[in-house]
């Protein structure tokens, strides 16, 4: 079935860097994409809608010039955490929904998470 | 405002004994509810949805829901619990819009003891 993919699982950083992450579709074409994060023991919380070829929507809170989303095409999305810090460690999911919003409801997927861990 | 509630923060069950976990919403159009399980640092894996139709929704794992319009609740049961089932349960309610992403309770971690 359908899949999203992310890219690295896991990474660790110095503080002051950039890091990038990548969600992809593998087999559906997602106009929408979804940036969420989660701290320990906690819930997911949206960041972002990333929109293929256009500006992503940042949720209220959430530092554009940071956390900076490309939506280049309609598989691929990517998250780069800029000028990273310690408190930017944390739990990085992607999703995306396939097929078009009928009554029967599209799918949503979730990518399989990154750890991020900035020293 | 739109949102979801997941009352129980931890809970735990006995191996072999039943599970209900609650979920209310808070949602201006027709919702879609979801249950997701997260094991210890790992990505969601999706249990069931309601989208429509019957309201007794069956998942994975021998899980199931039902959605109740009237109380605004999508609780998760299951007839008995394996230890296996220990993680962190997350209830989302979402729309048939494209655009909508999803919204998350706060989730509720389930212990089994033996």
């Known amino acids: 079935g359908a899949v999203v993919s992310q890219h690295p699982s896991w990474v660790i950083c110095k503080s002051g860097t950039s890091v990038k992450i990548e969600c992809r579709s593998l087999?559906?074409?997602?106009?929408?994409m979804f940036w969420y994060r989660q701290f320990p023991k906690q819930s997911l919380m949206l960041m972002a809608t990333s929109n293929e070829g256009s500006k992503a929507t940042y949720e209220q809170g959430v530092e554009k010039d940071k956390f900076l989303i490309n939506h280049a095409s309609l598989t691929l999305s990517t998250l780069t955490v800029t000028s990273a810090h310690p408190e930017d460690s944390s739990f990085y999911i992607c999703?995306?929904?396939?097929?078009?919003?009928?009554?029967?409801?599209?799918?949503?997927?979730f990518g399989e998470g990154s750890w991020l861990t900035v020293v | 405002a739109q949102s979801v509630t997941q009352p129980d923060i931890h809970i735990t069950v006995s191996e072999g004994a039943s599970l209900e976990l609650r979920c209310n919403y808070s949602?201006?159009?027709?919702?879609?509810l979801f249950w997701y399980v997260q094991s210890p640092g790992q990505g969601l894996q999706l249990l069931l949805k309601y989208f429509s139709g019957d309201t007794l929704v069956q998942g994975i794992k021998g899980f199931e829901a039902e959605f109740k319009r009237s109380q605004s609740s999508f609780n998760l049961r299951k007839p008995s619990v394996h230890w296996s089932d220990a993680a962190e349960y997350f209830c989302a309610v979402g729309d048939n819009q494209a655009g909508t992403a999803l919204i998350f309770g706060k989730g509720t971690t389930l212990s089994v003891s033996s």
């Open positions: 949602y201006g159009a027709t919702p879609y």
């Open positions: 999703s995306a929904r396939s097929g078009e919003a009928k009554g029967g409801g599209n799918t949503i997927y």
């Open positions: 087999d559906f074409q997602a106009t929408t």
